[in-house]
């Protein structure tokens, strides 16, 4: 059997997903900011997105990233790392979800200081119920990618819908999309994203 055979297979959407946009912040959606380039077609394809969750009643969660006296010390590394993430003090608008996201009362927004929306928030124990994971945002190089990995771990099915992920650098974004489709994720295009979650709505609505 060639090797290449034996990756990329297909995990399958699951008939219980939620949706999680991970770190699509003004800090990272506005050039202004050092951390920021231009993320507006990807913002836009992820607030088509999650119209269509809602309007399926999938659970859609957000995460943005802070650095308090406390975080700065649990991620002393990873600042040394990318100084640059010191902008993103608490209170500060660089931290705040982008506008055009439409983020509703009743959707969690979970605070984090790593990667991966997993690590050390409690969203692992909000899916519990859940067999697939759509993963939206940015960057596709850095949270998201740790974001699917740490779903797959959660015995979660992720889904990553191309349009829906930005990176700063295009190289670093097309190559973590061909890894992730090939070991950890579904990678799929914006439409059959939507096909899946209005199927899995509609899946849970006749069962009820």
Excluded: N
């Excluded at 836009?44 to 700065?72: Q, S």
């Excluded at 009362?105 to 909000?126: I, M, N």
């Amino acid at each position: 059997m060639a090797a290449a055979t034996r990756f990329g297979g297909t995990a399958g959407f699951g008939r219980r997903p939620a949706v999680v946009v991970v770190d699509l912040i003004r800090g990272f959606t506005d050039p202004a900011c050092p951390l920021g380039t231009d993320l507006d077609a990807e913002v836009a394809a992820t607030r088509t997105l999650l119209d269509a969750a809602r309007a399926g009643g999938v659970p859609v969660f957000f995460t943005t990233v802070t650095y308090d006296a406390e975080g700065e010390r649990q991620a002393a590394v990873f600042l040394r790392k990318v100084p640059a993430l010191r902008e993103l003090r608490p209170g500060s608008p660089w931290v705040e979800l982008d506008q055009r996201l439409g983020r509703r009362d009743d959707e969690p927004l979970l605070v984090k200081s790593f990667a991966s929306a997993f690590w050390r928030t409690d969203l692992g124990p909000r899916l519990a119920w859940h067999d697939s994971l759509v993963v939206c945002g940015a960057s596709t190089s850095g949270c998201v990618r740790a974001t699917v990995v740490d779903a797959l771990q959660h015995g979660l099915v992720p889904i990553v819908p191309r349009e829906a992920v930005g990176d700063r650098w295009p190289d670093a974004h097309a190559q973590s999309l061909h890894d992730m489709g090939q070991k950890y994720a579904d990678v799929l295009p914006l439409s059959g994203v939507l096909d899946g979650l209005r199927e899995a709505a509609r899946a849970v609505h006749e069962a009820g």
